[in-house]
């Protein structure tokens, strides 16, 4: 089996992927690169998903490239404007050459007598291996399995004679005119297809267990859309990216700060908008606000159709299904042609790849997180994890631009080698997300550690991470930089030279 070597490959063609090689061509220009996507077409979750009303929930000014301004007047985007702005990305910059389809990581071990990650992957149309090494592997490949989302056992599901569907896998052209519709969950995913549905359906339910803190944001950016008027694109792009990081961030520490105020503040925005009524019951959790992720809507969608009879909240817990619905603990019962389990994601880690050192497998669950990235003792791999209370793109952005850093600082050095250690014995071991949402909750036990102090800490805090990845330097005493593997070196330059003569 031919071996093909590259100096980084990428896993994953979304949008951390597509935002990973844009940086690597434009910071360590001449590095050979491949991006291996196991799926048939760029964008990732954004091409996945095909729910309707399928959107973003953060504004495009921070969930776009810092290096791509969004120009359009819509700041909360539909899925299909972001699934373009992603691929003119790729095609603007001539990403989309190098990507290879159809590529799905199974394993990768790394040699330390070479200094190069080896990559097994098969070839999803034909199930053939195919094999790569490379010197540095980074990950891009989002944070839950694609092949399915999570859908809790619903007691007597084989009963129901109508259409049980997972937003993760929407059939095209879904006939759901004059239909009644139960969606089940709480989430962002519920709360989008609520108002998109009602267009045709005869009425859309939303059946949770527990109330989430839903939030109205406007759709376009007054403030944005005027500046255009008068001021240069990526001007107008930096200021609101400036403005919305800085809102979102304090938002978000006045909330873990005076949880009571914020609360009162979001369930006093929810009343004015589904009229006094409404069982705010529907509308008040338990806990604190951004305990768990807050649910956006734009412009009030979700709350207008509940205010005109469309679509109805109930708050309850499933006892079995039916033939025709869903009986409740309360006894009440719900009428329905279309089921939609809006019950979230099965969260992977590194795209559900096994990792090996040395021919030893790897337990991530017990490697800390090094500055939200890399691995604490594994050398030359990296991963893209987006913000729980921000933008995803924010923190690729600025992982990417760290990984360029690290790669020329090493190549500076005549370095081939790059791992963090700690060497602090008061550094803990905590829980790698502190959220309690159950898609994470249920994740916990699998994935990698954080610890209580920098850099093992993962703070969530996007200028916090600014100031470490950007401008603190690459060599801290904790990143080590070494060369190992001499003889290997030799070897890998012959496998570059056979495959070009292949």
């Not at 990973?20 to 196991?38: D, M, P, R």
């Not at 898609?439 to 036990?445: D, P, S, T, V």
């Amino acid at each position: 089996m031919a071996t093909e070597h590259f100096d980084v490959l990428i896993v994953g063609a979304g949008l951390s992927g597509i935002g990973a090689a844009w940086h690597l061509q434009n910071q360590c220009k001449g590095k050979t690169y491949a991006i291996l996507e196991s799926r048939e077409a760029i964008g990732g979750t954004w091409d996945l998903f095909r729910y309707p009303g399928i959107r973003s929930d953060s504004d495009m000014y921070t969930l776009g490239y810092s290096f791509k301004p969004w120009t359009s007047p819509k700041a909360i985007a539909d899925g299909p404007s972001i699934r373009e702005y992603i691929r003119s990305t790729a095609r603007d910059n001539g990403i989309d050459k190098h990507i290879r389809y159809g590529h799905k990581i199974i394993k990768s071990t790394w040699s330390s007598e070479d200094a190069v990650w080896i990559v097994d992957a098969e070839r999803t149309d034909t199930g053939k291996a195919v094999k790569f090494t490379c010197n540095f592997l980074f990950m891009c490949t989002g944070y839950y399995k694609y092949e399915a989302g999570f859908t809790p056992h619903f007691e007597g599901r084989e009963r129901f004679k109508g259409q049980i569907i997972h937003p993760q896998l929407w059939p095209e052209n879904l006939d759901y005119a004059g239909k009644k519709v139960v969606i089940i969950g709480s989430g962002a995913t519920a709360v989008t297809l609520v108002p998109a549905m009602t267009d045709k359906a005869a009425h859309v339910t939303m059946l949770q267990r527990s109330p989430t803190y839903v939030v109205s944001i406007p759709e376009k950016d007054p403030i944005a859309n005027g500046m255009r008027r008068f001021l240069p694109e990526k001007l107008v792009y930096r200021v609101t990216r400036a403005k919305n990081v800085s809102l979102t961030l304090g938002f978000f520490n006045l909330a873990k700060k005076r949880p009571k105020p914020i609360r009162r503040l979001l369930l006093a925005q929810v009343r004015a908008q589904v009229g006094k009524d409404f069982d705010m019951k529907h509308f008040t959790p338990s806990y604190n606000p951004w305990d768990e992720r807050l649910c956006a809507v734009p412009d009030g969608d979700l709350f207008k159709v509940l205010r005109k009879g469309k679509a109805s909240v109930v708050t309850d817990h499933i006892d079995t299904f039916t033939e025709t619905g869903i009986k409740l603990k309360s006894g009440q019962e719900l009428e329905a042609d279309i089921i939609i389990t809006a019950t979230g994601l099965d969260l992977q880690l590194l795209g559900g790849m096994k990792v090996f050192m040395d021919g030893k497998q790897v337990d991530m669950s017990q490697r800390m997180n090094y500055k939200g990235i890399m691995f604490e003792g594994l050398p030359n791999i990296a991963m893209i994890f987006g913000y729980t209370n921000a933008s995803w793109t924010l923190k690729a952005d600025i992982s990417s631009e760290y990984i360029c850093r690290l790669l020329n600082q090493m190549d500076k050095k005549g370095m081939r080698q790059c791992t963090p250690h700690n060497t602090d014995p008061t550094v803990v071991p905590e829980a790698f997300v502190d959220m309690h949402s159950g898609y994470i909750q249920r994740a916990l036990a699998h994935l990698p550690k954080q610890g209580n102090k920098a850099p093992w800490k993962v703070y969530m805090n996007y200028m916090l991470d600014l100031a470490m990845l950007r401008y603190r330097p690459v060599e801290d005493g904790i990143m080590e930089l070494s060369n190992p593997g001499v003889a290997g070196k030799a070897r890998v330059k012959r496998a570059q030279v056979s495959t070009a003569e292949a």
